[in-house]
């Protein structure tokens, strides 16, 4: 019997509904070929929905995501929401309550697209960043003292667990050693040691005491500020790096910008043991809804990512192909509206090429 997924999906706001819809385009396609099945169940969480009804999120549907097989998520934030509230209580509730707590952000530069590094290629720039997605400065510990006054106090603070460090490095290093995504076997620890000498010393004796058990691995660490330096630099150095919630949002949409941009970015929220979710890493570009002008590829390199996650590796690589041949050959740009095609039809290309494409090549 052919094997069968469910997939949650939530389009969200501004262009996540349109560029969603590309990528399930692609999914299907994917699936036809690859003969397995995609249950797809599609849920409305998000700013419209907020404002009409005022919900965001119920326990219900987190209750409901736990049986999927994935979550499929486009994009949150509506320009009439206060900022905030619908990253806290959609996508972080999401990312908290299923304990997703790897965040995998591949950065790769694929031929024929710009990159704003003079002189780097698609040799480069191919490295992924494994942030931890649970902790740190992102669980919302912290308040207000006097709140208002002169004297006014704002208190946020980084959570960092021995088990929350441990397991997100152990990931790292299991990564390093099995995915073909780690060309070079080559682990980067990226903190702030010498200044977040609480924290940071917990990341670093934890690096070094799990390093022992992977001795093929290279290992090494750079200050975030470093990083951030060598990206630009040369981002040939990177193979794996891995850091903390904070340090690898800032990091990833630096990765974001030289792997060329929005319109291509995606990553996983992981939790190995039960549901993760796909997005692409750009937001709801509410200015371009409605025009047929997004970039989906994100989007379907969120899908691609999602396949690899539920085994169908095989699909995800012809995906992945497909992506590259439009980047390659049809599109003009990356950005919205300057591509040279609408929305619908990059992803039927991509269709096109996940119907066409050559496995023996
Ligand atoms: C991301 C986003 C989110 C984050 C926001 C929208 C809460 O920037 O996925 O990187 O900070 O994690
Ligand atoms: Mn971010």
């Known amino acids: 019997m052919a094997k069968r997924y469910n997939i949650a999906v939530i389009p969200g706001d501004g262009t996540g509904p349109e560029v969603i819809n590309e990528g399930l385009k692609v999914l299907i396609s994917a699936s036809n070929r690859g003969g397995f099945e995609l249950d797809f169940t599609t849920y409305d969480f998000g700013g419209e929905r907020y404002l009409r009804t005022g919900e965001i999120l ?30 806290k209580g959609i996508l972080l509730k999401i990312r908290f309550s299923l304990d997703q707590y790897i965040n995998l952000r591949p950065v790769k530069l694929y031929p024929g697209v710009n990159t704003p590094l003079k002189d780097k290629g698609p040799e480069d720039i191919d490295f992924v960043v494994i942030r931890e997605n649970t902790e740190g400065l992102y669980t919302g510990a912290g308040g207000f003292l006097k709140k208002g006054t002169p004297d006014e106090i704002a208190i946020q ?45 917990l990341w670093e004796r934890t690096f070094k005491e799990v390093s022992k058990e992977y001795p093929d691995i290279e290992t090494n660490y750079a200050h975030v500020d470093a990083t951030c330096m060598w990206m630009v630099k040369n981002p040939e150095w990177f193979d794996v790096i891995v850091t903390d919630n904070m340090f690898g949002d800032i990091i990833t949409d630096l990765g974001a910008i030289i792997q060329g941009g929005m319109g291509i970015a995606a990553g996983g929220n992981i939790n190995p043991e039960s549901t993760s979710m796909f997005e692409p890493i750009g937001g709801s570009a509410p200015k371009y809804t409605g025009k047929n002008m997004i970039n989906p590829l994100a989007a379907i390199s969120a899908a691609q990512i999602m396949l690899e996650h539920i085994g169908e590796s095989e699909m995800a690589s012809i995906v992945e192909k497909g992506i590259m041949r439009v980047v390659f050959n049809d599109i003009k740009s990356l950005s919205a509206g300057k591509m040279g095609r609408s929305t619908t039809e990059v992803g039927d290309l991509v269709v096109r090429y996940v119907e066409e494409e050559d496995v023996s090549g």
Do not use: Q, W
Not at 59 to 85: C, N, Q, T, W
Not at 170 to 188: D, G, I, M, N, V
């Open 58 to 87: 119920p326990d219900s549907a987190i209750e409901e995501f736990r049986e999927m097989d994935a979550i499929y998520l486009g994009a949150i934030g509506h320009p009439d929401v206060k900022a905030g509230i619908l990253e």
């Open 157 to 201: 603070e980084s959570i960092n667990t021995r088990k929350g460090v441990e397991r997100c490095i152990r990931y790292a290093f299991e990564f390093c050693k099995k995915s073909k995504k780690s060309k070079k076997r080559k682990l980067t620890l990226c903190g702030k040691t010498n200044v977040l000498t609480y924290a940071f010393d």
